[in-house]
């Protein structure tokens, strides 16, 4: 007999059920019913591994094989998209400030944010959505198609269904067009046109888009791999080369020639770069990839890239039918549109190289119209002549100035020709800002030559000589004698603080300015250690 622990919340349930249990076996307490309303056996133990013979086996009995942990709360349903549940008509406390809805707040709101909230206009209140709060169950939370609305792959089916008709269209043109053309020939020439129908009626039965198998040339051929360690089946192309051919890393065998990649069994640079052109079998895997149908294809694979970026159903490995044929529809509508710019051009402005020379008097700016003026220049017989203006503005005066920004030039700057202002929007002075300018130039101009004179010839000025800290002292040098004697008490006083620190204040100032005088009673009272007489004096 096997049994099984059941979890309970808390002691006191497990006592009560203790309890119940007991009172079933004395007949005190109502026996417990399984899911069927059948009373259970309390001498029969329901956590069996297996059923006796005597049970009624057709139903499961036990509580192991029943779905005894399934929830009633769990669902499998799903959200249900754009449904509204309340239409109000002016705006409601708490709703969004943005649309009205009563469902969410306005850092949520997903319509375009109105100019002038619901808030206040009380127009145009969205209705309230309808919020569901389920919970799912073990398959309903790992159900990848859970929600989906099946009605909707109609639209994959239309797309495909469209593509094969405007390809079965396609063929049927061609093929009206191909019938059109033999019949023409047959009219031309018999002879030629009887070997040619059979080839023609192939053409017309062969389907583009599907190919027999067996005309593949086993080009796809899945080969099983021998001799490897890993073993096993590849899809590798079939090899194209003849055995007879020398192989591309056999072609130059020195060391520093053209590098082969094993991996890949490319060579990018040519192995023979010095050898005829006209001899060469192999010039590398570069030049084929640059030269011939791959530059054609390479373009043809940029142009499907760029269609599918703005928005084009293409792609070049999916339907590389389709990207071919949009491919040379876009070259045709190129070459279309080259031709009709140039002619428009042409038509505008003229072709020179196939026109005639230029006759002389327009080239001279000669003409046969008469214009008469007066005196004061005004036209009295004829037109003006129109200067041809451009889509810019013309001949606009602002700030009183009677003359266009640009018309003055001088030391590299641009300016105005009627004030000869250099600063771009000022205001007009006239001819009196001109003579204003220049007497300020004159001015500045004296000045600077007034003191290029004066520092070319500086006044002479008679210096007394003094003597400076820690030079000698000069032989014409003159003291005041009562600043000496001072100087001299000042120096004792000096010499006796350094003496006796008790004696020095504490406001004491110093300054740099060294008389003459103190510094030959500096002289006079210093220790002069060289002096052999220095202890006689």
């Not at 808030?119 to 709060?133: F, G, H, L």
């Not at 060294?514 to 009272?525: G, H, I, S």
Request: aromatic share 8%; with cysteine; net charge negative.
């Amino acid at each position: 007999m096997a049994t099984a622990s059941v979890a309970f919340k808390s002691r006191e349930d497990h006592r009560k059920q203790i309890e119940l249990e007991e009172a079933r076996k004395a007949g005190l307490a109502p026996a417990e019913l399984d899911e069927d309303g059948k009373e259970i056996n309390p001498h029969i133990p329901q956590y069996m591994s297996s059923a006796p013979w005597y049970l009624n086996s057709e139903k499961p009995s036990l509580k192991h094989q029943r779905n005894w942990k399934s929830d009633p709360n769990y669902t499998k349903s799903w959200y249900d998209r754009g449904a509204k549940i309340f239409q109000a008509e002016k705006y409601r406390k708490g709703a969004c400030q943005n649309c009205g809805a009563m469902t969410h707040t306005a850092k949520a709101c997903m319509d375009r944010p109105r100019k002038i909230g619901a808030k206040y206009t009380n127009k145009n209140i969205a209705p309230d959505e309808k919020i569901e709060s389920f919970e799912l169950d073990y398959d309903g939370k790992r159900d990848r198609w859970n929600g989906y609305d099946p009605s909707t792959y109609h639209r994959v089916v239309d797309l495909y269904e469209a593509k094969e008709d405007a390809r079965k269209k396609y063929l049927k043109e061609q093929q009206i067009k191909k019938l059109e053309e033999k019949n023409n020939n047959q009219e031309g020439d018999d002879a030629a046109t009887s070997d040619g129908d059979e080839e023609d009626d192939d053409e017309l039965r062969v389907d583009e888009a599907k190919v027999d198998e067996s005309r593949q040339m086993d080009f796809a051929k899945v080969e099983k791999r021998v001799r490897t360690t890993g073993g096993g089946s590849t899809g590798t192309v079939r090899n194209l080369r003849i055995r007879e051919d020398t192989a591309k890393y056999l072609l130059n065998l020195v060391i520093n020639s053209a590098h082969y990649d094993p991996k890949t069994r490319s060579m990018r640079e040519d192995p023979l770069p010095d050898a005829d052109p006209n001899d060469k079998f192999y010039l590398g895997d570069n030049q084929y990839r640059n030269s011939g149908q791959a530059l054609e294809f390479k373009q043809m694979n940029i142009h499907s890239w760029e269609a599918f970026d703005k928005g084009q159903d293409m792609h070049m490995q999916a339907a590389p039918s389709q990207a071919e044929l949009l491919y040379k529809n876009f070259k045709v509508a190129k070459d279309k549109l080259k031709t009709q710019t140039k002619d428009t051009i042409m038509e505008k402005y003229g072709n020179a190289s196939t026109e005639d020379e230029i006759p002389m008097e327009l080239l001279l700016g000669q003409s046969e119209r008469q214009v008469e003026y007066d005196v004061a220049g005004r036209i009295i017989k004829g037109q003006e002549v129109i200067l041809p203006k451009s889509k810019y503005e013309e001949d606009v005066l602002a700030n009183n100035h009677t003359s266009v920004w640009g018309s003055w030039w001088k030391d590299h700057q641009w300016g105005y020709r009627c004030c000869q202002q250099t600063i771009r929007n000022s205001y007009c002075t006239g001819s009196a800002g001109i003579e204003a300018a220049e007497a300020s130039l004159d001015l500045m101009k004296a000045n600077i030559a007034r003191k290029e004179a004066c520092e070319e010839s500086p006044k002479k000025v008679e210096e007394k000589r003094m003597a400076a800290w820690g030079s000698d002292v000069p032989e014409d040098l003159e003291l005041n004698e009562e600043a000496l004697a001072n100087a001299l008490k000042k120096e004792d006083e000096r010499k006796r603080e350094e003496k006796d620190e008790r004696k020095r204040k504490y406001n004491v100032k110093y300054t740099n300015d060294v008389t003459p005088e103190e510094m030959e009673a500096y002289r006079m009272k210093r220790v002069h250690h060289e002096d052999p007489m220095k202890d006689f004096l």
